[in-house]
């Protein structure tokens, strides 16, 4: 059974960080894409960055590039997402997502990823 489960969301102030995590179980994680996404309250859900978990390599969303950074620890099965220089804009419910496919053919695209996590609120005041 696949779970996904992100933490460390919560609110901080414009220009603030935050640090999210997403344990994952239940599927091959050295060999699979794994993204976070976000959704503001009447926006579609959007895609943030993504990660190969096998060669490490990454992919930003314009909006984040430069501000956010994903990670991963492999032993740990653990996906991580550093975001410094919070914008109110950036408020929104932050999902973890993994597909065994390549990052080559998922992207950034949601409808694309098999898993989800629950998601963890992230709140950014002005």
């Known amino acids: 059974q696949v779970q996904l489960v992100e933490s460390g969301g919560g609110s901080v102030q414009a220009g603030g960080s935050l640090r999210l995590s997403c344990a994952a179980s239940?599927?091959?994680?050295?060999?699979?894409?794994m993204g976070w996404f976000r959704q503001a309250p009447g926006k579609e859900r959007e895609g943030v960055a993504r990660?190969?978990?096998?060669?490490?390599?990454?992919y930003y969303a314009g909006s984040v590039a430069g501000r956010f950074t994903i990670s991963q620890d492999n032993a740990k099965h653990t996906l991580y997402l550093q975001m410094n220089s919070l914008k109110p804009e950036d408020t929104a419910m932050y999902y973890c997502?993994?597909?065994?496919?390549?990052?080559?053919?998922?992207?950034?695209?949601?409808?694309?990823?098999?898993?989800w996590g629950q998601g963890t609120q992230v709140t950014v005041s002005s």
């Open positions: 990660i190969s978990t096998g060669s490490g390599t990454t």
């Open positions: 239940g599927f091959t994680y050295g060999s699979s894409c």
């Open positions: 997502a993994a597909d065994p496919q390549l990052c080559l053919w998922v992207g950034l695209v949601p409808s694309k990823y098999r898993y």
